[in-house]
Protein backbone atom coordinates (compact mmCIF):
# COMPACT_ATOMS: atom_id res chain seq x y z
CA UNK A 1 0.00 0.00 0.00
CA UNK A 2 2.84 2.82 0.95
CA UNK A 3 4.71 1.39 -2.07
CA UNK A 4 1.99 1.97 -4.56
CA UNK A 5 0.91 5.50 -3.00
CA UNK A 6 4.98 6.38 -3.32
CA UNK A 7 4.81 5.11 -7.24
CA UNK A 8 1.79 7.86 -7.71
CA UNK A 9 3.49 10.90 -5.80
CA UNK A 10 6.25 9.99 -7.72
CA UNK A 11 4.22 9.69 -11.11
CA UNK A 12 2.24 13.54 -9.93
CA UNK A 13 5.55 15.12 -9.79
CA UNK A 14 7.05 13.52 -13.15
CA UNK A 15 3.45 14.62 -14.62
CA UNK A 16 3.67 18.10 -13.25
CA UNK A 17 7.83 18.73 -13.58
CA UNK A 18 6.81 17.58 -17.31
CA UNK A 19 3.74 19.76 -17.59
CA UNK A 20 5.68 22.72 -16.15
CA UNK A 21 8.49 22.22 -18.63
CA UNK A 22 6.48 22.20 -21.39
CA UNK A 23 4.11 25.06 -20.79
CA UNK A 24 6.75 27.85 -19.38
CA UNK A 25 8.31 28.60 -22.74
CA UNK A 26 4.95 28.49 -24.08
CA UNK A 27 4.43 31.36 -21.66
CA UNK A 28 7.60 33.37 -22.26
CA UNK A 29 6.89 33.30 -25.68
CA UNK A 30 3.53 34.49 -25.36
CA UNK A 31 4.68 37.32 -23.11
CA UNK A 32 7.66 38.16 -25.26
CA UNK A 33 5.16 38.65 -28.28
CA UNK A 34 2.82 40.97 -26.37
CA UNK A 35 5.96 43.04 -25.93
CA UNK A 36 6.72 43.68 -29.40
CA UNK A 37 3.16 43.73 -30.46
CA UNK A 38 2.66 40.84 -32.20
CA UNK A 39 -0.43 39.16 -30.10
CA UNK A 40 -3.01 41.05 -31.20
CA UNK A 41 -5.27 40.76 -28.47
CA UNK A 42 -6.73 43.98 -27.40
CA UNK A 43 -4.92 46.58 -29.21
CA UNK A 44 -5.36 50.38 -28.38
CA UNK A 45 -5.08 53.03 -30.66
CA UNK A 46 -5.77 56.51 -30.07
CA UNK A 47 -7.17 59.13 -32.57
CA UNK A 48 -4.75 61.90 -32.98
CA UNK A 49 -2.62 63.57 -35.68
CA UNK A 50 0.40 61.63 -35.36
CA UNK A 51 -1.30 58.31 -35.66
CA UNK A 52 -2.44 59.12 -39.34
CA UNK A 53 1.15 61.03 -40.03
CA UNK A 54 2.92 59.32 -42.93
CA UNK A 55 2.37 58.75 -46.23
CA UNK A 56 -0.62 57.58 -48.15
CA UNK A 57 -2.26 56.47 -51.87
CA UNK A 58 -5.49 56.62 -52.77
CA UNK A 59 -8.45 56.66 -55.21
CA UNK A 60 -11.79 58.53 -54.95
CA UNK A 61 -14.73 58.36 -57.53
CA UNK A 62 -18.04 60.16 -58.02
CA UNK A 63 -19.00 63.43 -59.76
CA UNK A 64 -18.74 66.94 -59.15
CA UNK A 65 -21.42 69.49 -59.54
CA UNK A 66 -21.11 71.37 -62.92
CA UNK A 67 -18.65 68.68 -63.95
CA UNK A 68 -20.03 65.08 -63.79
CA UNK A 69 -18.24 62.22 -62.99
CA UNK A 70 -14.79 62.03 -61.13
CA UNK A 71 -12.23 59.80 -60.83
CA UNK A 72 -8.80 60.53 -58.72
CA UNK A 73 -5.78 58.71 -58.42
CA UNK A 74 -2.58 60.39 -56.24
CA UNK A 75 -0.85 60.88 -52.90
CA UNK A 76 -0.41 62.86 -50.09
CA UNK A 77 1.63 62.84 -46.58
CA UNK A 78 0.17 63.87 -43.67
CA UNK A 79 1.91 65.64 -40.75
CA UNK A 80 1.32 65.61 -36.99
CA UNK A 81 1.31 69.18 -36.96
CA UNK A 82 -1.67 68.49 -39.47
CA UNK A 83 -0.26 69.82 -42.37
CA UNK A 84 -0.53 68.13 -45.58
CA UNK A 85 0.30 68.04 -49.13
CA UNK A 86 -0.22 65.83 -51.92
CA UNK A 87 -0.49 65.73 -55.60
CA UNK A 88 -3.30 64.18 -58.05
CA UNK A 89 -1.48 61.99 -59.95
CA UNK A 90 -4.53 61.78 -62.65
CA UNK A 91 -7.89 63.07 -62.54
CA UNK A 92 -10.58 62.64 -65.09
CA UNK A 93 -13.48 65.12 -65.76
CA UNK A 94 -15.81 63.25 -67.24
CA UNK A 95 -13.68 62.03 -69.60
CA UNK A 96 -10.97 64.68 -69.61
CA UNK A 97 -7.74 63.83 -68.17
CA UNK A 98 -5.42 66.35 -65.90
CA UNK A 99 -2.19 64.86 -64.47
CA UNK A 100 0.38 65.80 -61.59
CA UNK A 101 -1.83 68.26 -59.97
CA UNK A 102 0.14 69.39 -56.46
CA UNK A 103 -2.02 70.62 -53.04
CA UNK A 104 -1.59 71.54 -49.66
CA UNK A 105 -3.78 71.62 -46.88
CA UNK A 106 -4.66 71.03 -43.38
CA UNK A 107 -6.60 68.51 -41.60
CA UNK A 108 -7.74 68.43 -37.89
CA UNK A 109 -8.46 64.95 -35.99
CA UNK A 110 -11.01 64.19 -33.23
CA UNK A 111 -10.83 61.31 -30.47
CA UNK A 112 -13.53 59.59 -32.64
CA UNK A 113 -11.04 58.85 -35.65
CA UNK A 114 -13.43 61.42 -37.70
CA UNK A 115 -10.92 63.98 -39.15
CA UNK A 116 -11.97 67.30 -41.46
CA UNK A 117 -10.35 69.34 -43.65
CA UNK A 118 -9.27 71.51 -46.78
CA UNK A 119 -6.88 71.77 -49.37
CA UNK A 120 -6.59 74.24 -51.85
CA UNK A 121 -5.10 72.93 -55.47
CA UNK A 122 -2.46 74.44 -57.93
CA UNK A 123 -5.13 76.32 -59.58
CA UNK A 124 -6.34 77.66 -56.49
CA UNK A 125 -9.75 75.42 -56.30
CA UNK A 126 -9.74 74.87 -52.57
CA UNK A 127 -11.76 71.76 -50.97
CA UNK A 128 -13.19 70.20 -47.84
CA UNK A 129 -13.35 66.81 -47.00
CA UNK A 130 -14.02 65.04 -44.26
CA UNK A 131 -12.56 61.13 -43.48
CA UNK A 132 -13.00 58.53 -41.06
CA UNK A 133 -9.73 56.40 -39.56
CA UNK A 134 -9.71 52.70 -40.42
CA UNK A 135 -7.71 50.15 -39.55
CA UNK A 136 -5.29 51.74 -36.70
CA UNK A 137 -4.74 54.60 -39.01
CA UNK A 138 -3.63 52.37 -42.05
CA UNK A 139 -6.58 53.16 -43.95
CA UNK A 140 -8.66 56.62 -44.25
CA UNK A 141 -12.18 56.49 -46.04
CA UNK A 142 -12.52 60.36 -47.48
CA UNK A 143 -16.12 61.89 -48.40
CA UNK A 144 -15.82 65.40 -49.86
CA UNK A 145 -18.32 67.81 -48.40
CA UNK A 146 -18.64 70.82 -50.62
CA UNK A 147 -22.11 71.54 -51.76
CA UNK A 148 -23.06 69.54 -54.77
CA UNK A 149 -20.29 67.15 -54.96
CA UNK A 150 -20.67 63.64 -54.58
CA UNK A 151 -16.80 61.87 -54.40
CA UNK A 152 -15.69 59.25 -51.92
CA UNK A 153 -12.88 57.32 -52.07
CA UNK A 154 -10.14 55.43 -49.79
CA UNK A 155 -6.19 55.89 -49.14
CA UNK A 156 -3.96 53.68 -47.60
CA UNK A 157 -0.81 53.87 -45.85
CA UNK A 158 2.30 53.18 -47.97
CA UNK A 159 4.78 53.57 -45.59
Known amino acids: MKRNRMIWLMCGFILAVTLSLIWLPVLRLEEAQAEDGQINRVRTFHCHNSAVSGRYSYHLTGSLAGVGPVAVIGSFTQNYDGSFVGQHSAISFNGQIVQNLPYSGTFSLGSDCVATGSFTDA ?37
Not at 125 to 138: H, N, S
Request: charged share 25%; net charge neutral.
Open 123 to 159: TGLKVTFKYVVMDQGDELRFLNTDAGNVLSGVAKRVD
